[in-house]
């Protein structure tokens, strides 16, 4: 396993992060605790988690995942892991409205959500924190183009920023990051730490793979120049990228089988023709399409973890093991030829 520094940090991250938005849901805490416990024998020191998770999301199971990575953390070394967390930010209430009735990225909603993650996860530091989703409107998740819309809930970057840096200063989070941010939100975080002398934002959690490319245009230069790391999330194009729905070897607890309606956009006609050009260069190749994938999010520059989550020990076990794999030039160059032909199907 290789790892790299957190950005702007001492902290060391492995290559490959344990994702955990289905422990609670799909998985069971006993079935969570053998994923790291695998994930840590097998060099993996990064774990990423949020306050929402299980996904998806439920007033029933809010704050689940955190309290099974506290169990687990109460009989392990806190010490030789690296934990990410996320505070959510406004959303339709009817969606996350049980969450502080209806959470906010002010300076008492973050306060109050870090220390009750702090609470579930049974530690009083955070190595990583991030904040979810912007909080005005944009364009994040499936949502590719922007729309002039009218802020609803909008909580100055500067302000979020401020309050953020308290919890560093306070020794309850150690390291700030972004998640599903635009070149223009993150240059915002960037200006204003400029201006305020506050720590810096040291990564941005964005998705990243074979079939939604979109970090490219316009958001890696900021991780080229500002020295911003990716954690890309979504590798395997929520399991479509490993080629078992165009197989017919998908079971039917498998989640784009069970959360269609929620991960639809790599259900659709555009993502499978993509992905059937993909699992044939793997073929070609002779390698899996879960190495393919994963191997080509690894290769990226820009990259500083690949976030990687899976169901089953005998899945993440294929997912670890692909970060053993590096393609070689000839290899990116038939990927960039399919890229031409489907360019982001899944942005």
Not at 60 to 73: A, D, K, N, R, V
Not at 171 to 191: D, I
Request: charge should be neutral; include cysteine.
């Amino acid at each position: 396993m290789n790892y790299k520094l957190l950005p702007g940090t001492d902290i060391k991250v492995s290559a490959a992060c344990l994702g955990s938005m289905t422990w609670g849901e799909q998985n069971t805490a006993a079935q969570a605790h053998q994923q790291l416990d695998l994930a840590i024998e097998c060099g993996v020191n990064f774990i990423d988690t949020a306050e929402l998770y299980p996904s998806p999301v439920r007033a029933s199971t809010y704050g689940h995942t955190e309290q099974i990575i506290g169990e687990w953390l109460r009989h392990n070394d806190r010490t030789r892991i690296v934990l990410a967390s996320k505070v959510v930010g406004p959303a339709p209430r009817k969606w996350i409205g049980h969450i502080r009735n209806g959470p906010l990225l002010d300076a008492a909603q973050i306060i109050q959500a870090v220390d009750a993650s702090l609470g579930r996860l049974a530690t009083d530091y955070l190595d990583l924190y991030q904040v979810h989703w912007p909080a005005r409107s944009t364009n994040y998740f499936d949502k590719a183009g922007y729309d002039y819309t009218p802020d609803k809930h909008d909580s100055p970057i500067h302000e979020t920023l401020h309050t953020l840096q308290q919890l560093v200063t306070s020794g309850k989070v150690r390291a700030l990051g972004v998640c599903n941010e635009t070149p223009w939100g993150l240059h915002s975080y960037l200006h204003a730490a400029e201006n305020t002398g506050s720590t810096g934002i040291s990564c941005i959690q964005n998705p990243y793979n074979l079939l939604n490319r979109s970090f490219e245009i316009g958001l890696a230069e900021f991780s080229h120049r500002s020295n911003i790391g990716l954690l890309a999330y979504s590798p395997l194009g929520c399991g479509q990228l490993t080629g078992k729905y165009i197989d017919g070897t998908s079971s039917d607890q498998s989640r784009l089988r069970l959360h269609s309606n929620y991960f639809y956009r790599y259900t659709t006609t555009a993502a499978t023709e993509a992905t059937a050009k993909y699992c044939a260069l793997a073929q070609q190749q002779a390698l899996t399409p879960v190495q393919l994938a994963l191997a080509f999010v690894a290769s990226r520059p820009f990259i500083l973890s690949t976030i990687i989550g899976a169901t089953s020990l005998a899945q993440l076990r294929q997912n670890l093991d692909a970060f053993d794999v590096t393609i070689d030039g000839a290899v990116l160059r038939e990927i960039e030829k399919i890229h031409r032909q489907h360019a982001n199907p899944c942005a």
